[in-house]
């Protein structure tokens, strides 16, 4: 399970809107002043919020630990690079196969592979439905205290 620490920042009926910091590898090597994804990196908002369903008790200010299983984040990006990556080759062999070794039917088959690819991850997605691929709230990190 990979896991962030969230604050959560609005509750509604069933559902909780958390925001957490978006943690990044980059800016922890010795070339973060010459490298341009350091530079890229700090220009993109860190804060994220996201809505997840709960049926805790939470109120604002209140900080969970939110997490997302290894095995759905690793098949999701299989998915999305892999899928595309094998469509565009098998287009792109086709258009080489069927236009005798020319290269416009290549290119044009690399195109309608990769449109098939994401064509494909799209109905996928909407088939077997979002939930695999999102957080849940695993417990509450800092309980809220009242005072009496």
Request: charged share 15%; glycine share 16%.
């Given at each position: 399970m990979i896991e962030a620490i969230a604050t959560v920042v609005a509750c509604n009926q069933g559902k909780v809107k958390v925001e957490y910091t978006r943690a990044s590898a980059c800016g922890h090597c010795q070339h973060e002043s010459s490298c341009s994804i350091s530079a890229v990196n700090e220009a993109e908002s860190k804060i994220q919020i996201i809505e997840i369903d709960s049926t805790?008790?939470?109120?604002?200010?209140?900080?969970?630990?939110?997490?997302?299983?290894?095995?759905?984040?690793?098949?999701?990006?299989?998915?999305?690079?892999?899928?595309?990556?094998?469509?565009?080759?098998?287009?792109?062999?086709?258009?080489?196969?069927?236009?005798?070794?020319?290269?416009?039917?290549?290119?044009?088959?690399?195109?309608?592979?990769?449109?098939?690819?994401?064509?494909?991850?799209?109905?996928?997605?909407?088939?077997?439905?979002?939930?695999?691929?999102?957080p849940v709230i695993l417990g509450i990190a800092i309980p809220i205290v009242t005072q009496m």
């Open positions: 805790l008790d939470l109120v604002n200010g209140q900080q969970v630990r939110i997490g997302i299983p290894e095995k759905s984040l690793v098949k999701g990006a299989l998915l999305a690079y892999i899928v595309p990556l094998v469509c565009i080759l098998a287009g792109a062999i086709s258009g080489h196969m069927m236009g005798n070794g020319q290269d416009l039917p290549s290119i044009l088959g690399a195109l309608l592979g990769g449109i098939l690819g994401f064509t494909i991850i799209k109905w996928r997605s909407r088939s077997k439905g979002v939930s695999e691929y999102k």
